[in-house]
């Protein structure tokens, strides 16, 4: 029911929510009728897949559904897919990286990523911190180099000269 409020970047919460028990996907029903009850948000999720690169958190990549959708997206896009990046806490074993990097999702390990011994909630928080610092980081270069190319070229000529002068100078 949100999907039409949403702007980027977006932080989907795909099996409900502690608060609502209603939205909660937790029994093989529920994930078995999950495609009827929340096709808005199945169609969305294609989309986003799609065209954006995904960072998942909080799920294990077995999820039922997840697994349907990118088999989904794959079918639609081929070999031109977009990566996934999974962030996880977990010692995922060899031999089901090897199964994540078939379906295209490269697993990133965040265990001691906060120090030696560091609680699961301190690595993802310093993953998270991380991450925000990237894109704030990216933000910010976006706006100088629009500030810069603005004003690029700005007081080096004079009103009298005309722009092909301005041009060949340059």
């Not at 379906?103 to 265990?111: A, E, H, P, Q, Y």
């Not at 610092?133 to 270069?141: E, K, P, S, T, V």
């Not at 722009?163 to 340059?170: A, Q, V, Y």
Request: proline share 2%.
């Amino acid at each position: 029911q949100d999907l039409g409020n949403v702007a980027s970047p977006v932080l989907m919460k795909l099996h409900g929510d502690i608060n609502d028990s209603s939205s909660i996907v937790i029994t093989e029903e529920d994930y078995r009728a999950y495609a009827k009850t929340h096709e808005a948000m199945i169609n969305h999720i294609r989309h986003t897949i799609m065209m954006n690169t995904l960072v998942l958190v909080g799920v294990s990549g077995n999820d039922p559904n997840f697994i349907q959708w990118l088999g989904w997206v794959k079918d639609v896009l081929s070999v031109n897919q977009r990566k996934i990046y999974l962030l996880t806490v977990d010692n995922v074993p060899a031999s089901l990286k090897k199964t994540y990097e078939k379906k295209n999702i490269i697993i990133v390990d965040l265990r001691n990523l906060a120090g030696k011994g560091a609680s699961p909630y301190s690595n993802i928080s310093f993953a998270m911190d991380y991450i925000s610092g990237l894109i704030n980081g990216r933000n910010q270069a976006g706006k100088q180099f629009k500030n810069f190319a603005l004003s690029w070229g700005k007081g080096y000529s004079s009103g009298e000269e005309g722009i092909l002068d301005t041009c060949r100078r340059w």
